[in-house]
């Protein structure tokens, strides 16, 4: 073997295309498909996005993604309690009309509360007394985080990218010395 093929500048020039090949592959990756998703997947999606089901589902639909649940987060969350309780607290006529109380419109004082504004009120409830203040640090890592059950762990990609990057420049390193070591026996 000449010393000309693993020269210093050829080793450069090889962890610059592994850096190139790893920039490509996260850049190039699909974006996740935002096309209609099943309706027991936005059930799911809108469990992951903040821990509970804010949304408005019918009965069909909650059992659905009931029997749909990745078995990671039914192991290590309360998805299955949250999508019980979403069913236990859905309005009559499922996605459709009905009243805040759940049972059949009178003629009382109440006024009707549309299911949109039910969740509105629920969620503004929610987020005044149950949610800490967030300091910017929680801002910028809930910001990084995945938005649905199914997206592109980025962060996870861009990890393995400078695992791989780190690891040629520790073979570099090793293929170096040994070229040393065999030039200084010659």
């Known amino acids: 073997m000449s010393r000309a093929a693993l020269s210093p500048p050829t080793l450069k020039s090889a962890l610059i295309a592994v850096g190139l090949v790893v920039a490509a592959i996260v850049l190039l990756a699909p974006a996740p498909a935002h096309a209609a998703a099943p309706c027991w997947k936005r059930v799911i999606d809108d469990w992951v996005a903040d821990g509970r089901i804010d ?9 659905a993604a009931r029997k749909h649940i990745p078995e990671d987060l039914r192991a290590y969350s309360n998805i299955e309690e949250s999508i019980d309780d979403s069913m236990q607290n859905r309005t009559p006529q499922g996605a459709g009309g009905g009243t805040a109380g759940g049972g059949p419109a009178t003629n ?3 006024r009707n509360v549309t299911p ?3 969740k509105e009120i629920t969620k503004s409830v929610n987020d005044k007394e149950n ?3 967030e300091g910017p640090i929680d801002e910028v890592l809930n910001t990084g985080g995945p938005t649905s059950a199914d997206s592109f762990p980025l962060p996870l990609i861009i990890l ?5 990057v780190l690891l040629a420049a520790g ?3 090793v293929a170096h010395r ?3 070591a065999r030039r200084i026996r010659r």
């Open 171 to 173: 073979a570099a390193g």
């Open 160 to 164: 393995t990218g400078l695992a791989l």
């Open 178 to 180: 040994k070229l040393a």
């Open 116 to 118: 949109r504004e039910a």
């Open 108 to 110: 009382s004082p109440r």
């Open 131 to 133: 949610q800490p203040d």
């Open 55 to 63: 949304g408005v589902y019918s009965a069909a639909c909650l059992q």
